[in-house]
T-cell receptor
């Protein structure tokens, strides 16, 4: 059983460019979560999606960030006009259900560096 | 806003010693998970505790969920160099919104 897959693992962008991060959840999982880990900080929730729906985006910056989880294909976290402060590790997690133990399984992350 | 305070932040011990990591909050969580993260990798789930007072054991690791579901601890017996890593606790909101609230993490170094 393949785990959560994320690509690319490393992404370098110049200020003002766009960054697209992809996440394929574990087989059978329909819930996807994105978290950001800034240097020397813990993981912070960004957004929670279920197929074609955004359930909770309370952790997403109001501008430049968007996320989607289409019916077919991976979940995408999109950052427009990146700035140096966006440099971080972005992790995707998936779960089979939301209630109960809500066990979330994480991918290896995408390390974004903005020059 | 729900917060999880994790302590200690850093821990350096000798092989064979015991240690305990604490995760505390003033909020109630519906469940709490412990993860371990290696440099350059994503967090790996170690255990999930759901019931207040629950104790789970995973080889030399013992996890406990407080009776009020506001706190948790991770105890490692006879630590080994292979236990070195970043340990994270994460609580699932009692309102079941789906998101996890993470503690700041405990960096453990076990010296041979």
């Amino acid at each position: 059983n393949a785990g959560v897959m994320q690509n690319p693992r490393h992404l370098v962008r110049r200020r003002g460019q766009e960054a697209r991060l992809r996440c394929s959840p574990m087989k059978g999982h329909s819930h996807v979560y994105w978290y950001r880990q800034l240097p020397e900080e813990g993981l912070k929730f960004m957004v929670y999606l279920q197929k074609e729906n955004i359930i909770d985006e309370s952790g997403m910056p109001k501008e430049r960030f968007s996320a989607e989880f289409p019916k077919e294909g991976p979940s995408i976290l999109r950052i427009q006009q990146v700035v140096r402060g966006d440099s971080a590790a972005y992790f995707c997690a998936s779960s089979r259900v939301r209630t109960g133990g809500n066990e979330q399984f994480f991918g290896p992350g995408t390390r974004l560096t903005v020059l | 806003t729900q917060l999880l305070e994790q302590s200690p932040q850093f821990l350096s011990i000798q092989e064979g010693e015991n240690l305990t990591v604490y995760c505390n909050s003033s909020s109630v969580f519906s469940s709490l998970q412990w993860y371990r993260q290696e440099p350059g990798e994503g967090p790996v789930l170690l255990v999930t505790v759901v019931t207040g007072g629950e104790v789970k054991k995973l080889k030399r690791l013992t996890f406990q969920f407080g009776d009020a579901r506001k706190d948790s601890s991770l105890h490692i017996t006879a630590a080994q160099p292979g236990d070195t890593g970043l340990y994270l606790c994460a609580g699932a909101s009692s309102s079941n919104t789906g998101k996890l609230i993470f503690g700041q993490g405990t960096t453990l170094q076990v010296k041979p």
